[in-house]
């Protein structure tokens, strides 16, 4: 049987990658969506006068400022170019750092830039990115506006990973590494492709077929990490590998 791709993403994001990957790898793959968190809104917006700068490690973190405040005259720094791209469809000036939180905290250094500067984040961040800043000299305050809620797995998910057939399960942040880990029932071989080392290591991989490291920690470097993984998996199946 071929590989399945688990895909465990809160909605809508669970459902905006399943599209990029059936565009780029084809119709063909199937996939099961069974998202090991639901956001919700929580927290008060602090009043946005006097702050120099926003900024955002999420699409759900725009979202929650932009649900909660009309000002669009704060320019923003954004982990990565999703969620600068959502920025500015919301009237933002946003300057996408491409990775990680420790690119984003080494740019905004490098551009000198001057505080104070409010982190819209959810309940569960990773990176203290508010304290190396402030650290570093820029005044950082955050507001936590989400939550993101454990749920477990669906009922397909649960019974894909009782099938023999192999199960790609890409993994975008070590919350969701945790929460999977304690998912990991069934004989189903399992690939886990982490979107970062920090992902990787947040895995019990003890019940792995294998583990895959993006190369890049975005939307792009997940996906060429996930043709690698079908690979492995067809390889392990028998079937020749995708090309």
């Not at 968190?37 to 700068?53: D, N």
């Not at 895995?203 to 895959?212: E, S, T």
Request: proline letters at 8%; hydrophobic letters at 45%; a neutral charge.
């Amino acid at each position: 049987m071929p590989p399945t791709i688990l895909i465990t993403r809160p909605e809508p994001a669970a459902q905006r990658f399943a599209d990029k990957l059936r565009s780029v790898l084809g119709c063909e793959v199937p996939m099961v969506l069974s998202p090991l968190m639901r956001i919700e809104p929580c927290g008060t917006q602090p009043a946005p006068e006097g702050i120099a700068a926003l900024i955002f490690t999420s699409r759900n973190g725009v979202q929650a400022f932009a649900r909660k405040s009309r000002r669009r005259d704060i320019p923003c720094y954004t982990v990565g170019d999703a969620t600068a791209a959502l920025a500015r469809a919301e009237g933002l000036d946003a300057t996408s750092c491409s990775g990680d939180a420790d690119r984003l905290v080494a740019r905004m250094l490098a551009d000198g830039v001057k505080g104070p500067c409010l982190h819209i984040r959810g309940e569960h961040g990773v990176g203290n990115i508010a304290a190396r800043l402030t650290a570093g000299g820029i005044e950082t305050t955050e507001a936590v506006l989400y939550r993101q809620v454990a749920q477990p797995l669906n009922a397909a998910a649960l019974a894909l990973l009782q099938r023999e057939a192999p199960v790609i399960i890409p993994l975008f942040s070590p919350r969701t590494a945790r929460l999977i880990s304690v998912g990991f029932e069934g004989d189903a071989p399992k690939f886990v492709v982490a979107m970062s080392p920090a992902v990787a290591k947040a895995v019990d991989d003890a019940r792995l077929q294998g583990v895959i490291v993006a190369d890049a920690p975005d939307a792009a470097g997940m996906v060429e990490a996930i043709k690698a993984a079908l690979i492995q998996a067809n390889a392990l199946e028998g079937d020749t590998p995708a090309q």
